[in-house]
């Protein structure tokens, strides 16, 4: 299937600093999800864009879809050891499912 | 509304064994979605059900076989067990295949082979 590219792989910020993910593609998006991954744990659905252009805020997340739904952001302002995570984003709507990218390790220090 | 159960939490085999894993979506959803996630990994995707067919699979050797029951619960089967399959198996359920509908995911099965 179609891949989605996304960076960084690894983020390493001090608490309180902010955070952001890029997710990339070559071809347009029919729509655009996020996924949160604690250590240990199981990918857990954040949110879906479907619009050009479209923001989305669910308290100190932003997300972001781009004018031509070719890539989206994630933004992560003044970041909590609670954010730690892998961060995915995942192409949907296509002949194969969802395709995830290879998510981002954000990694806090105190 | 109970979520995404899979069995076993954890599976112990030998190599050349085989493991079957078994999830059960939330009740309504008709999708099931088979993912290996090895350690410190992503998501690589095995399998995917609707309706009790098979619509795609993704870039694994045939010993990773499945199947969906008519009540929409999903078996994977890993037949003769190499050590690389350690890893976690995640199982996701979605409402529908159109659109790219949300997954939810179960918390996994960790097959650890020796």
């Known amino acids: 299937g179609q891949q989605v590219m996304q960076i960084p792989q690894y983020q390493h910020v001090q608490e309180g600093e902010d955070f952001t993910t890029y997710c990339n593609s070559s071809t347009t998006l029919s729509n655009i999800q996020w996924y949160k991954q604690r250590p240990g744990g199981h990918p857990v659905f954040l949110i879906q864009l479907v619009k050009s252009g479209e923001v989305k805020k669910q308290k100190r997340l932003t997300f972001q879809f781009g004018e031509a739904k070719k890539n989206s952001s994630l933004h992560i302002t003044a970041t909590q050891t609670t954010d730690v995570g892998t961060y995915f984003c995942a192409r949907g709507g296509g002949a194969d499912g969802l395709t995830f990218g290879k998510g981002t390790h954000l990694i806090i220090q105190p | 509304e109970a979520g995404v159960t899979q069995s076993p939490t954890h599976l112990i085999k030998t190599r050349g064994q085989q493991a079957t894993l078994r999830c059960s979506p939330i009740s309504g959803h008709t999708s099931v979605y088979w993912y290996q996630q090895a350690l410190g990994l992503g998501l690589q995707f095995l399998l995917w059900y609707d309706e009790g067919e098979e619509r795609n699979r993704g870039n694994f050797p045939p010993r990773f076989s499945g199947r969906q029951f008519p009540n929409y619960s999903s078996e994977l089967n890993v037949n003769a067990l190499e050590l690389e399959d350690s890893a976690l198996y995640l199982c996701?359920?979605?409402?529908?295949?159109?659109?790219?509908?949300?997954?939810?995911f179960g918390n996994g099965t960790r097959l650890t082979v020796t």
């Open positions: 996701a359920s979605s409402l529908s295949t159109q659109g790219g509908s949300p997954l939810h």
